[in-house]
């Protein structure tokens, strides 16, 4: 294509407002940016940029110039992007925080032994930007109001009950007024959620501990400070290994934990991740032995 140089420049040059941001972008010449913009005016026999004082303005015709341009670099940049996940396959996923650390990073070994995607993580909940952030997922529990109409694909829905620690549970069991109820600044209604389904009473009057993150508050648990409302998938591992009971079961929280994503038919690296969540989510159901719990109210 003739003088693709020009359009690249300026395509930086309209984004800009600026040819000396432009320059600096591009790591040219004021002049060098100048120069091209007057090869691609003479080459389209219109005007694209206009001075008023110290700063350029589009004009009509540059700023249709630059609705293509927008579209041609943008199709480029994906393009090259995906020949390089096709060289080495990489998945940017965003997740919630707890659920990143207690459950998905001691497995993603596992799924990059299968698949060979690497899965680079980072961490936040609620609202998410796909695409133009770098991300291709996230991995969300269902309690917020999406701004995007994004693909949404059930992993989970969410047990929750009660945890502590055995040692702990042998402490207060005789006398449950005694349990200090361990929240969250993350999740504050968790406790009054679950124990709405048992009368307003219950448990109402013992002592509290508030943490930052929910996070804390499982470690808490775990720790023997007291019981914590926990979500299975959260607290399955804990649950296996013994440092955790659930003496009073769980039950569903009428919430699941549910994968966003952009495209209606995902790249094979989307693709295997899918199929490796939801398989491996299948775990994170309690039994019913775990369901009924120590002491059913």
Not at 30 to 37: C, D, L, R
Not at 110 to 135: I, M, N, W
Not at 230 to 248: H, M, Q, T, W
């Amino acid at each position: 294509m003739r003088h693709l140089k020009a359009f690249h420049i300026f395509h930086v040059a309209a984004s800009s407002a600026s040819y000396s941001e432009a320059a600096h972008k591009l790591n040219i010449t004021h002049g060098a940016v100048s120069k091209q913009i007057k090869v691609l005016e003479q080459y389209l026999s219109q005007p694209l940029f206009y001075k008023q004082g110290r700063n350029v303005h589009l004009t009509r015709e540059g700023e249709l110039l630059k609705s293509y341009t927008e579209q041609a670099f943008n199709a480029l940049d994906a393009g090259v992007s995906l020949l390089s996940r096709l060289q080495n396959p990489c998945l940017e996923v965003s997740c919630e925080p707890t659920l990143t650390m207690r459950w998905l990073m001691p497995r993603l070994s596992d799924f990059h032994q299968q698949s060979g995607v690497d899965v680079r993580l980072s961490t936040a909940g609620g609202p998410v930007t796909l695409g133009s952030t770098g991300l291709a997922m996230a991995i969300r529990r269902d309690d917020f109001v999406s701004l995007h109409d994004y693909q949404k694909t059930p992993l989970v829905e969410e047990w929750v009950g009660p945890v502590c620690s055995p040692e702990y549970w042998e402490l207060v069991k005789a006398d449950l007024g005694n349990i200090k109820l361990l929240h969250s600044q993350t999740r504050p209604k968790a406790w009054a959620s679950w124990s709405a389904g048992y009368g307003d009473s219950f448990l109402t009057d013992n002592v509290q501990q508030t943490f930052a993150h929910f996070y804390f508050c499982i470690q808490a648990a775990v720790d023997g400070l007291g019981a914590a409302i926990g979500s299975y998938p959260l607290v399955v591992d804990e649950l296996k290994r013994g440092n955790l009971i659930a003496p009073f079961g769980f039950r569903l929280s009428g919430h699941s934990y549910i994968l966003l994503s952009q495209n209606e038919a995902p790249d094979e690296p989307e693709h295997a991740f899918i199929h490796w969540l939801r398989h491996n989510l299948r775990e994170c159901v309690p039994t019913q032995a775990e369901a009924q719990g120590l002491l059913p109210c």
